[in-house]
């Protein structure tokens, strides 16, 4: 079955310092993708990154990047030079087919707080 | 501009009361999806759908039914079954199935049962 485990309710990080957030997931299905999304308190979703299954290096997009690890099914969001507009729920997701539909699939999400 | 508009932002629901949340993207979007979201319990996923008059189940479907008879439009209805309604509800959207795309998402309707 298809699974995102965030083992990390809520994080703490100093303002300007990296911080990295862990996603596991669990499928059997060889292609799939991955994503971050951050959501403020407003509740919006903002898409922040994504890693395809079959992609060879690791996605990044400006101070977000992904760890990718394939063979130990994590997919790690790492924000470097933290600010303190980074305080929000972050979420990781995924999307992968089974039995020819494609569901997308969100874990319980992490609550990050920057401290100035 | 392009988007997904979720409406009506607030909503009041009695119990025993079926309500429908509405869902319109003008995005061409193939593929739609409804989650709940519950404090400490990340988005779960209620029904989703890829093409025009067809539609899954998710992890919650129990209490909820949906309708994709237009390709932009995907209401979910809150059903008198669904024993705790009270919560955040979002739609969301993508190309279409398999393609490495993000979804976008609407910006929510908080259901509450008085």
């Known amino acids: 079955a298809q699974k995102i485990t965030q083992t990390q309710p809520g994080m703490f990080v100093q303002e300007k310092e990296a911080v990295t957030l862990d996603c596991t997931y669990d499928t059997s299905d060889p292609s799939y993708g991955l994503f971050w999304y951050k959501q403020p308190s407003s509740g919006e979703m903002i898409f922040l990154i994504y890693q395809g299954s079959y992609d060879q290096q690791n996605a990044t997009e400006g101070r977000y990047s992904l760890n990718f690890q394939k063979a130990r099914k994590s997919a790690n969001l790492v924000i470097s030079a933290s600010q303190l507009g980074d305080s929000a729920m972050y979420f990781c997701?995924?999307?992968?087919?089974?039995?020819?539909?494609?569901?997308?699939?969100f874990g319980k999400g992490t609550k990050l707080t920057v401290n100035p | 501009d392009g988007g997904i508009t979720q409406s009506p932002k607030y909503l009041f629901r009695k119990e025993g009361q079926n309500v429908t949340l509405s869902c319109e993207q003008n995005?061409?979007?193939?593929?739609m999806y409804w989650y709940r979201q519950d404090p400490g319990q990340g988005l779960r996923l209620i029904y989703y759908?890829?093409?025009?008059?067809?539609?899954q189940k998710g992890d919650i479907a129990e209490g909820y039914s949906v309708s994709r008879e237009k390709k932009e439009s995907f209401p979910l209805t809150v059903t008198s079954a669904q024993k705790n309604p009270t919560a955040f509800y979002l739609c969301?959207?993508?190309?279409?199935?398999?393609?490495?795309?993000?979804?976008?998402f609407g910006q929510g309707t908080r259901l509450t049962v008085v």
């Open positions: 759908s890829q093409i025009v008059n067809d539609f």
């Open positions: 997701a995924m999307r992968n087919s089974q039995g020819g539909s494609e569901k997308l699939v």
């Open positions: 995005l061409n979007h193939d593929a």
């Open positions: 969301a959207s993508r190309v279409s199935p398999g393609e490495p795309t993000e979804a976008f």
